[in-house]
């Protein structure tokens, strides 16, 4: 595996600056959550997703045809709290990926766009 140098010089350089945008955005959001966003505890908001998301399957559906919240998040947090428990991160890893994520597609619309 070859590491290409990163350089600011356009012509030389084989990352363009749109990519150092996104790089940039992107450790700047991880930076912030690490800093900021692990430390703080449980919103309320948060902590009704991870009272619905502990549910069974069936309770599961049946909390969500009274919430009214789109199920996907719940059901991706169910899975995430399977396989990671209820840390404090865990909970709070599909929302970091999500927002990485959104980081990525507006990268990806605005390269195709420009």
Known sequence: MTFRPLTLDKAASPISLSEWFVISAASI??????????????????GNSILIAAKS???LIDALAKDGNPPVYYFILKAVMTL????????RLPSVLAYLCG???????????Y
């Open 103 to 113: 980081i990525a597609a507006v990268y990806r619309l605005a390269s195709l766009r």
């Open 29 to 46: 959001a991880i930076i912030t959550y690490v800093c900021f966003g692990i430390g703080r505890s449980i919103w309320l908001d948060e």
């Open 84 to 91: 990671g428990g209820r840390s404090e991160i865990a909970v």
């Open 57 to 59: 399957y069936p309770g």
